[in-house]
Each structure stands twice: as structure tokens, then as C-alpha cells.
């Protein structure tokens, strides 16, 4: 018969070894850059520059205390570095909405006939700004491009690995959509209401 001693010990590595735990997260800076370079590359303005937040100090012991509790009990991270815009498909969805942008929807962001949706869709915010004879085409061209958009955002999240986070890669667009918006375009914001950038 074992002793209690050993007993005890072979529960305790079995305890510790169960501890392994799988940190699956979505990488929010990772879906704003890819974020910013697909609006950006949509719309057509230079990325602007991104500033760093200077560390504070103190931390020095809560690293300490981290490193150890990693040692003690190890965290496998499945997660990737990057957020993958640059599938075909995604690609094919970026140059439609492109060449959309240009030949159909700019001139009327700029009237203010079209606004940014709080969901990372846009719409038809004010109609009369639109010429009747317009007014068709206009109403297709933003179909056609809320249907990309719809489909770009669940194309991101599949293409990663992650079908989930499809909510969050279209709340992470609807924020950059927003924040790369010319001066003068309407915008909704969190509640809803419409407001000029």
C-alpha cells in the first residue's frame, strides 16, 4: 500500500498539471490596425500616425508576481499575431467597395446625404439631398455596399479562425469607420443619434 505522503504528492502534480488553461482572445489591436488599413485603403486617406502610451511605473512587482504565477501555472495561448485581411476573398470585397466608393458614394458622404451607422453599415440619412433621377442608384449602391460590408466582416472572422468574433471585428470597423470619416460626413453615434464629424 502506497504511503499518504505519496498519495498526496501524485494529487498535487495532477492538481497543477490540470491548471493549464486555454486563453482564447479576441486581439483587439490587432482588428484595429487590420481595421484601419482596409477603411483606409477604402476611402482612400493616408493611415494617420498612431501614438504610444507611456508606461508608468510601478510595475515592476505586478510583473514579478505574473511571471510566477505563469511559471507555477503555465497559460497556453491560442491566439495569432495578426488579424489576416489579405485572403482573396477579402481582397475582392475591398477592391468592389473601392472602386464603389469612388464612382458612386463619396460625392454623397460629402453632401450628407449618406451617413456612417453606429452597426458599420452605411445609409441613406437624407434623401432629399439626392436628386430624384439619383435616387435609385444611390439606394443600390448603398445595398450593394452594406451587403460587402456584412460579408467582409464575417469573411475577416472565418478567414481567422474565429467565426465568433464576427460581432467584434464589425464593432471594431464601425469605430474605425467613424474615426477615419472626413471632416463634414454624418455619423451615428452610440445612441443612435446623427452627428456631423
Not at 44 to 58: F, H, L, N, V
Not at 91 to 107: D, G, K, N, V, W
Request: aromatic share 8%.
Amino acid at each position: 500500500m502506497p504511503k499518504p505522503w505519496k498519495l498526496f504528492a501524485a494529487a498535487a502534480l495532477l492538481t497543477l498539471s490540470a491548471c493549464v488553461t486555454i486563453n482564447v482572445y479576441f486581439p483587439a489591436a490587432e482588428a484595429q490596425q487590420a481595421a484601419r488599413e482596409f477603411v483606409e485603403n477604402v476611402i482612400g486617406e493616408q493611415p494617420k500616425p498612431e501614438s504610444k502610451p507611456e508606461g508608468g511605473q510601478g510595475g515592476g512587482m505586478a510583473a514579478l508576481g505574473s511571471a510566477v504565477l505563469d511559471f507555477v501555472f503555465p497559460t497556453a495561448q491560442a491566439q495569432s499575431a495578426d488579424i489576416n485581411i489579405r485572403t482573396p476573398a477579402i481582397q475582392a470585397i475591398q477592391t468592389r467597395m473601392a472602386e464603389r466608393f469612388q464612382s458612386a458614394l463619396a460625392p454623397h458622404f460629402d453632401s450628407g446625404a449618406l451617413g456612417l451607422a453606429r452597426d458599420g453599415t452605411i445609409s441613406l440619412r437624407d434623401a432629399s439631398k439626392v436628386g430624384l433621377r439619383d435616387r435609385a442608384a444611390v439606394n443600390q449602391a448603398v445595398a450593394d455596399d452594406n451587403r460587402d460590408r456584412n460579408a467582409v466582416y464575417r469573411e475577416i472572422a472565418v478567414a481567422n479562425g474565429h467565426p465568433e468574433w464576427e460581432a467584434q471585428i464589425r464593432d471594431t470597423f464601425a469605430r474605425q469607420w467613424i474615426d477615419s470619416a472626413r471632416g463634414g460626413w454624418w455619423y451615428q453615434d452610440a445612441s443612435g443619434e446623427w452627428k456631423q464629424k
